[in-house]
């Protein structure tokens, strides 16, 4: 069965804290990817890695980067935390450019 | 700028009736197409994929896809309350977006008992 899981479901942060998101997946699948959602806005892709150290940026990388030095695991970092990175986090991963399964979430406040 | 759009509803059918949900997208070279379900506060989960022009039918649930006009659908027959949800459309586009998903900001269900 499919697994994909996030470190955290609920996080408060303080403004420019550094911050880690961790997401692991038991799938063997190569592609990886961090997404946030907010209301009104949808799913916007904010980085994505198609192979272990292999990494792109997607269509809203500022104030983050990424790493993933495992195939089966995929870190999000926020480098210092701003109240407009308040958002639900979702992590998902894929064979190729077939489905992709998401990780439960993590919903992160910064005060 | 590749794109995929949908109604944002909400989308208000009666218990038992058919919900029908719609997305249009932008490129003619798009690939693969999926339909997820997200529950508040939750995360989305598939429910079904579609690849080739036609219908294709899960259970309750059925996509259509038709490329030429650029657009996609899910009917859910006999709805029920705990298909009340948002809907997320998500295209592959392919050529140098090949492992990408752009979605679209879904459309809420609403299944009135």
Redesign the interface.
């Known amino acids: 069965d499919v697994k994909v899981t996030q470190s955290s479901r609920y996080l408060v942060k303080r403004t420019g804290e550094k911050v880690f998101l961790e997401c692991v997946q038991d799938m063997d699948h190569e ?1 990886m ?1 961090w997404y946030r959602q907010d209301p ?4 916007r ?1 904010i980085y ?1 890695s ?1 192979d272990v150290k292999m990494k792109e940026k ?1 269509d809203i990388p500022e104030g983050y980067s990424v790493s993933r030095e495992k195939k089966e695991r995929f870190s999000l970092i926020l480098e210092s935390a701003s109240t407009n990175q308040t958002s639900m986090y ?1 992590c998902a991963s ?1 064979i ?10 993590t919903r992160l406040t910064v005060l | 700028q590749k794109e995929v759009e949908q109604n944002s509803g909400p989308l208000s059918v009666p218990e038992g009736a058919i919900a029908s949900l719609n997305c249009t997208y932008s490129d003619r070279v798009s690939q693969s197409f999926f339909w997820y379900r997200q529950y508040s506060g939750k995360s989305p989960e598939l429910i079904m994929s579609i690849y080739s022009n036609g219908d294709k039918e899960d259970g309750r649930f059925t996509a259509q896809l038709n490329k030429a006009s650029q657009y996609v659908s899910l009917l859910i027959r006999d709805s029920q309350p705990s298909d009340s949800a948002t809907y997320l459309c998500a295209v592959n586009f392919g050529m140098d977006s090949s492992y990408k998903l752009i979605f679209g900001s879904g459309t809420r269900l609403l299944v009135r008992p």
């Not at chain 1, 009104?40 to 799913?43: F, K, N, V």
């Not at chain 1, 190729?96 to 979430?105: A, C, L, N």
């Open positions: 592609n990817f009104g806005l949808g799913l892709l994505f198609y997607g979702l894929s190729g450019s077939d489905t992709q399964y998401f990780g439960p979430g």
